[in-house]
């Protein structure tokens, strides 16, 4: 029976630690499952080298996105200026509407319909699908300056670390790659493989993240 696979998806300007950090959390999760979990750079225009939106950095995409495969589909943000003008810059927001208008804005919405498979976004990657649409209805989060965006394309933005909306995880700024990768690791496999990672990379997930379960609050901002 094949391994459970995940999915890094990489186009034009991402950002590469939002797709690094949650890459060697999952790799070093793997190692302590004892290989079961596949794990691969993807693009949706297939093998290609992609360049990030971080100077000199650029990465290889080995295969084409399957939304197909059962397992994780992992989206990062884009990494460039926050603003300016858009004929003249690569800005952050110019670099996502390039992504949800691409040739991956479907294969995701076929990975969302697949019931094998949980997408999950760093950073301004749920902000990218939310531009394409795919999100609405959806409780996410996003970095912190991308909410209100978030909120104004229909999905009901939560600030938190991470948020689980059941087979669409999403975590905050870029540095919450290593979370999400942790989480992962503990709702699938388990704290002991998640905890094993913590320490090996001496780091501790932070914040509780977001599941719509439980009591809810009231007469309080979320």
């Not at 589909?73 to 927001?93: F, L, Q, R, S, T």
């Not at 290593?178 to 493989?193: Q, T």
């Amino acid at each position: 029976m094949p391994h459970p696979r995940a999915q890094f998806v990489l186009f034009d300007g991402f950002d590469p630690l939002d797709a690094i950090a949650p890459y060697e959390v999952l790799s070093a999760g793997r190692d302590f499952l004892g290989g079961a979990l596949d794990i691969e750079f993807v693009s949706a225009e297939g093998p290609r080298n992609v360049l990030s939106g971080t100077p000199g950095i650029t990465l290889t995409a080995t295969a084409t996105l399957d939304p197909t495969t059962s397992g994780y589909v992992v989206v990062p943000g884009a990494a460039g200026p926050v603003d300016g003008d858009p004929d003249e810059i690569d800005a952050i927001p110019v670099l996502l509407s390039r992504f949800a208008a691409s040739a991956a804005a479907p294969l995701l919405r076929e990975c969302l319909d697949n019931v094998a498979v949980t997408v999950a976004t760093v950073c301004g990657g749920s902000l990218g699908m939310a531009m394409a649409g795919l999100l609405k209805g959806r409780t996410a989060t996003t970095h912190i300056l991308g909410v209100e965006l978030l909120a104004a394309a229909g999905v009901t933005a939560v600030r938190a670390r991470v948020v689980d909306d059941g087979d669409l995880i999403t975590a905050g700024g870029v540095t919450s790659g290593l979370d999400l990768g942790l989480y992962l690791l503990e709702r699938d496999f388990g704290p002991r493989i998640a905890h094993a990672v913590e320490e090996l990379f001496e780091y501790e997930r932070r914040g509780t993240p977001w599941k719509n379960t439980g009591l809810a609050t009231t007469g309080a901002a979320r």
